[in-house]
């Protein structure tokens, strides 16, 4: 274990490609050092943590929204158990994409923590197609996650045009004070060496954004699967609502019935490492754009939907019973 411990914050809007981007860094890990990953998610029940799981690092989520709520308190407990348990010798922080930055970075540059981290680059990532949507641009929290950035990031360029790549560059240059590094990747390719030197601590454009949030999120022990083997649980908050389910795995679903769901034009994300007929799935939509790899067997599927409306819960949780068959 290192101390202190180097950490960087892998920042960037719902979507964006965060948790494979760690996934792709996590394959560089020397042989000889052992990597820790704290992922917090706006839903309830951690896709990106059950993705994380077979990666080789030790993993903490902290589920249900901004990390930094309560005072700090979901994310120093998840940071202490985490470095307690894993005593890493990197750890990198994912925090959700529907987050705020300002204050995850005050906890980790506190004095609780000068002698145990060493914090490096924060690196955001950025959809350059984002950048034609004026909502995205206006959103605080997409403007606070670029602000916090030592390195900006396009990601997803393979799926750009030479017309969105030129206003990502161009963008990019314009933005006071400018980044020390802007890179541009596909696949979530980013290079071990850019988690390297340290962070410029850059002011967010809107330090008290973070006060929007609801901060009543306490932390709850999670039930176990085996006692209770369907389970759903439900989150709201900046904008969007959330429906999750965790379900045992002798549950299994029909892989067509859950694709058809995951199409629903109301979701902002559909995420889901489940089992199914045809094998373990890592189902993920954004933006309409389907993906299904096949993935190792999990101790529990887990399902996501994310919208900016609100989701009538009962309704969808019919429709995934309905998928379901029994192994």
């Not at 997803?156 to 541009?184: H, I, N, Y």
């Amino acid at each position: 274990m290192k101390q202190p411990i180097p950490t960087n914050l892998i920042l960037g809007f719902l979507g964006v490609g965060k948790t494979t981007a760690i996934l792709e860094l996590l394959k560089s890990k020397p042989d000889n050092e052992v990597w820790a990953v704290l992922v917090n998610e706006f839903g309830e029940v951690g896709i990106d943590g059950a993705l994380l799981q077979t990666s080789g690092a030790f993993i903490k989520e902290v589920p249900g929204g901004c990390m930094c709520c309560v005072a700090g308190l979901p994310m120093q407990i998840g940071l202490n158990q985490l470095i307690h348990k894993a005593r890493p010798d990197r750890l990198i922080i994912e925090p959700t994409g529907l987050g705020h930055p300002s204050q995850i970075l005050e906890t980790l540059t506190s004095e609780h923590y000068a002698d145990v981290l060493k914090l490096g680059p924060v690196i955001t990532l950025v959809d350059p197609r984002k950048l034609e949507e004026q909502r995205v641009l206006d959103n605080v929290q997409f403007r606070d996650q670029v602000a916090a950035a030592d390195i900006l990031v396009a990601n997803k360029t393979d799926l750009c045009s030479p017309g969105q790549m030129a206003r990502f560059e161009s963008w990019a240059a314009d933005l006071k004070p400018s980044k020390s590094a802007v890179f541009q990747t596909r696949y979530g390719h980013l290079k071990a060496d850019w988690l390297d030197g340290n962070t410029a601590l850059p002011e967010v454009s809107d330090p008290g954004a973070h006060h929007h949030h609801d901060h009543s999120h306490g932390v709850a022990e999670r039930v176990s699967i085996d006692v209770e083997p369907w389970q759903i649980a439900e989150n709201a908050g900046q904008g969007f609502y959330s429906v999750g389910w965790r379900v045992h795995p002798d549950g299994v679903f029909e892989e067509r019935a859950l694709l058809v769901m995951s199409m629903d034009s109301h979701f902002a994300r559909f995420k889901a490492v489940v089992r199914t007929e045809e094998g373990w799935r890592a189902i993920n939509v954004v933006d309409g754009a389907l993906s299904v790899l096949d993935t190792e067997p999990r101790e529990e599927s887990r399902l996501e939907v994310i919208s900016p409306e609100p989701i009538e819960a009962a309704g969808l949780d019919q429709q995934l019973r309905e998928a379901l068959r029994e192994g």
